[in-house]
Nanobody, 131 residues
Framework: QVQLVESGGGLVQAGGSLRLSCAAS????????MGWFRQAPAKEREFVAA????????TYADSVKGRFTISRDNAKNTVYLQMYSLEPEDTAVYYC????????????????????????WGQGTQVTVSS
């Protein structure tokens, strides 16, 4: 089991940047694929980015591709989401997620881009982008 705690959210002007962090408990962080999702008021939770347990594979939602970067530091049990060129449409609660199941190839990309592909979730951190 793993516990996740997000941090780094806040209020930023459009065009600005933020870096979110997600700290995981436990000694087996490197055994988990990690993802970031977000949920705006009255909207469903949507995929943002995912990274494989080794860090060699990443995938992004089209809406953030080229602006956001997911990375991880397995020595620090932490996954990051660097966000640039933020837009008001990026305003949401951002959630970190983890899953220890094994997925390969195209199945990895399919599974890790969906909330159902994760067993563990953090409490979320608010990101607000003002226009």
């Amino acid at each position: 089991q793993v516990q996740l705690v997000e941090s780094g959210g806040g209020l930023v002007q459009a065009g600005g940047s933020l870096r979110l962090s997600c700290a995981a408990s436990g000694r087996t962080f490197s055994s988990y694929d990690m993802g970031w999702f977000r949920q705006a008021p009255a909207k469903e939770r949507e995929f943002v980015a995912a990274i494989s347990r080794s860090g060699t594979a990443t995938t992004y939602a089209d809406s953030v591709k080229g602006r956001f970067t997911i990375s991880r530091d397995n020595a620090k049990n932490t996954v990051y989401l660097q966000m640039y060129s933020l837009e008001p449409e990026d305003t949401a609660v951002y959630y970190c997620a983890a899953d220890g199941g094994s997925q390969y190839g195209s199945r990895w990309y399919y599974t890790r881009s969906r909330p159902s592909g994760y067993d563990y979730w953090g409490q979320g951190t608010q990101v607000t982008v003002s226009s």
